[in-house]
Each structure stands twice: as C-alpha cells, then as structure tokens.
C-alpha cells in the first residue's frame, strides 16, 4: 500500500503483561504471537510487572485494552491491584485477564471485562474492543 501512495494501517495498541510477582510468561508470550498475527500492535511490558508501570504505559500510549496474566495463585493480588489502580487513574479502556489459576467468576470479581481462557479468547476480547 505505501508504494502505491497510500497509508499503512495503524495497527491497535495492546498491553500485554504478567503481574507483580510473577514470571511465568509463556502464556503471555503465545498471546501475543497470536494477536501480533492478527495484526495488533503489542505493548509487552514483560514479567513481574508492577501495577504502577502498566498503568503509566496505558495512559501514556492511550491504549484501549490492557491484557494482565498470572499463573500463580499468590499473584492474583496483583492482577486485582493492577486492574484498581487502572480504574482509580481514570483508565477507561478494557481489561482482559488470563492464566491458569483463573475462572471467569473471580476475573468477575476484581473488575476484568474479559476473561481469556486462551489466546484464540483474547483474539475475540480485542475483536470486541476494536471492532
């Protein structure tokens, strides 16, 4: 297309990150090959990510999906607590979750708008919020 004079799409912007606390990141890692194959612009800010840096980056960047993994259960205090201080900093984007220890009745519970039971979900969740 840009040979042709015209512009290159601009991919959406999502944040990927695995919690406080945390540094199981393959799960993570396979999300965002996926998205990055579906053409999503991915924002990965790693492992042991602490609240207060997912939440500078998603208001800095103006990102409209945020995407939060953990695979232990001694981090879903975090993952609560990222998704708190997003919603106390007057993010108004989405929220997905995912990862092992999760069910959709606790990402329910900390405020999540989605729960991703897998990659081919958190596909879907952007598809929802992008359109």
Known sequence: MAQQGGETPKADKVILATVKGDIHDI????VKVVMENYGYQILDLGR????????DCALEQDVRLVGLSALMTTTL???SDTISLLRDRGYTGKIMVGGAVLTPDYAA??????????????VDAARTVFG
């Not at 799960?27 to 396979?30: C, D, Q, S, V």
């Not at 042991?48 to 939440?55: A, G, I």
């Not at 405020?111 to 958190?122: E, I, L, N, Q, V």
């Open 77 to 79: 205090g975090a993952m």
């Open 27 to 30: 799960g993570k890692n396979i």
């Open 109 to 122: 519970s900390i405020g999540a708008d989605f729960y991703c039971r897998d990659a081919k979900a958190s």
């Open 48 to 55: 042991d990510v602490p609240p207060e840096t997912v939440v």
